[in-house]
């Protein structure tokens, strides 16, 4: 399984950015999709999540900023970010669970994608 990112870049407060991530590979199902991010010496953390039935969990920092989206047909999750905070800048990771066996998933990461955010 493939995990391709895109959208990151450079962004001035209160702007806005939309990542985009692809998985490709041999999928049977996805359980959860989502964006982590990990900013210079601090741990990733989670930013947003989604689970194949449309449930959503983002983290406190983002709520009502931050949009978590997904294409199903596409196996593409989606993150629209506005009224980005120069505290949002850090490397953004995609993140999706698979579902590998009745019993079994296994989580996967992509390469990661910068988001900074500076006048």
């Known amino acids: 399984v493939q995990l391709q990112a895109s959208g990151g870049g450079l962004v001035q407060p209160g702007g806005s950015l939309r990542l985009s991530c692809a998985a490709s590979?041999?999928?049977?199902?996805?359980?959860?999709m989502g964006w982590y991010r990990q900013a210079p010496g601090k741990q990733r953390d989670v930013v947003a999540l989604?689970?194949?039935?449309?449930?959503?969990h983002y983290a406190d920092s983002v709520k009502g900023r931050f949009t978590i989206s997904r294409d199903n047909a596409k196996n593409t999750v989606y993150l629209q970010m506005s009224s980005l905070k120069p505290e949002d800048t850090a490397v953004y990771y995609c993140y999706v669970r698979i579902v590998v066996s009745l019993t079994a998933t296994r989580d996967y990461w992509g390469q990661g994608t910068l988001v900074t955010v500076s006048s």
């Open positions: 989604i689970t194949s039935g449309g449930n959503t």
């Open positions: 590979g041999s999928i049977f199902s996805i359980e959860a």
